[in-house]
């Protein structure tokens, strides 16, 4: 692998100078934050964000177009010849009943930023800005991609589908961060598959519905889809080679109206990591097997139904590309402060800007927990229960040093790729 400490000390040099411009906007950013964790819209709905990503990318000189892959937004700047840069952040939000009692808190029943998209955007605009009032330390072009729909794995394929590279160029580069919960101020990065494909799938389990109190008259699909969820453990645990990794999960288990009515059918929701091909379909293919076992098991009249909810392909880090970038977000940070978290179970689509460009892809973690609670809650053994992962209704990142640390990595990022 190449040595990139002069280039390292280089970009470090530049994102020096950039990052002076920080002060001055990290209170504006910092409502921001708030203000779009108050107003989280869902996957495809996200018409006030992306309306205020524009705004605001266009008041930075950014020549924007909205409405890429129906709610996503494209800023661009071009500053002389260089590589192509791209940066991007995803802004949608989860169904998910907020339950963190802060005083900017969701005013959207039912919906929350629970994962930290918010911050993600945030963000990348406090980047755009730096690196537009310093264009004298660079050349090239920036690409800031506001991504819509990532949570249902759809978001990167629509704004490739509506011809992202033909209107935009290709990257040379495809740079992003997702905050997480361990210490802020740290990075995590990890070279290779750093994140899991996803395939999320619906079952439908047919039975024959009955009295509850003539059970010998039905087919039950309560009992039928219990057995299916208790079996399915054993997909992991009996079937996967101990040296590899996944994930199954049944998310959701839905049957019946009323407790004397035997329903006719009930529904599961799984959701399925894995990392390689072969392991991805031995894990399908024992999924199915289950399913459709357990039916006839239970002497179901017709075959259960399985369709594909979303799916997400395994994000993989160019070792080179992450070298490279690290080495110059370290220089800024501290080397101490960048880490290997080995690879994540959580899934993102952002790789797909770069595979189907066929260019390296940089993405990395950055810490959104108070670093005192985070060392309390893991001396203690409780991490798990005291500190809110995403996903959670409590999961609410520190806005600072969370926010100041993505705004440092994004921009020290890019400039670790532009020209000077």
């Given at each position: ?298 002497g179901a009249e017709r075959e259960p139904d399985i ?20 080495a110059a977000v370290g220089a800024v940070i501290g ?86």
């Open positions: 692998m190449p040595d990139y400490t002069a280039s390292a000390k280089a970009a470090a040099e530049a994102a020096t100078t950039a990052l002076r411009g920080l002060g001055s906007i990290r209170d504006d950013l910092a409502g921001l934050y708030r203000d779009l964790h108050a107003h989280p819209e869902l996957s495809f709905a996200e018409h006030r964000t992306a309306a205020e990503v524009a705004r605001r990318a266009g008041e930075l000189g950014y020549d924007v177009t909205t409405g890429v892959g129906r709610t996503g937004v494209v800023a661009v700047l071009a500053n002389g010849p260089g590589p192509t840069v791209l940066l991007r952040a995803d802004f949608d939000a989860l169904p998910v009943r907020e339950r963190t009692g802060l005083d900017y808190a969701s005013t959207t029943e039912g919906v929350m930023h629970a994962c930290g998209h918010d911050m993600h955007v945030t963000c990348l605009l406090g980047a755009l800005g730096l690196l537009a009032e310093a264009r004298s330390l660079w050349s090239g072009t920036v690409l800031g991609v506001f991504q819509p729909a990532e949570e249902i794995g759809q978001g990167a394929r629509a704004m490739l589908d509506d011809g992202f590279y033909e209107r935009f160029g290709t990257p040379d580069i495809v740079l992003g961060q997702h905050v997480a919960p361990f210490p802020a101020g740290m990075i995590g990065a990890h070279a290779g598959p750093a994140f899991a494909a996803t395939d999320a799938l619906k079952v439908v389990m047919y039975g024959r519905g009955a009295h509850g109190s003539r059970p010998e008259a039905s087919v039950d699909p309560v009992v039928m889809a219990a057995s299916t969820v208790l079996r399915l453990q054993t997909v992991v645990s009996r079937e996967v080679p101990a040296g590899e990794t996944a994930v199954v999960t049944v998310g959701a288990l839905n049957a019946g109206t009323k407790d004397n009515i035997i329903p006719d059918e009930a529904e599961l929701k799984l959701n399925i990591r894995t990392y390689k091909d072969e392991v991805r379909t031995k894990v399908l293919g024992a999924v199915e097997r289950i399913v459709r076992g357990e039916a006839v098991v239970a369709t594909e909810i979303d799916s997400f392909p395994v994000l993989v880090n160019d070792a080179d590309a992450l070298a490279r970038t690290m080397a101490d402060k960048v880490i290997d978290p080995g690879p994540v179970t959580g899934s993102e689509d952002v790789g797909l800007f770069g595979t189907e460009a066929q260019v390296p892809v940089c993405y990395w973690l950055f810490g959104g927990v108070d670093a005192e609670e985070f060392g309390a809650a893991f001396a203690a053994g409780t991490r798990d229960r005291d500190i809110p992962s995403n996903h959670s209704p409590f999961f609410a990142p520190l806005v600072e040093p969370t926010l100041t640390t993505g705004v440092t990595a994004l921009t020290t990022a890019a400039l670790a790729w532009l020209g000077a």
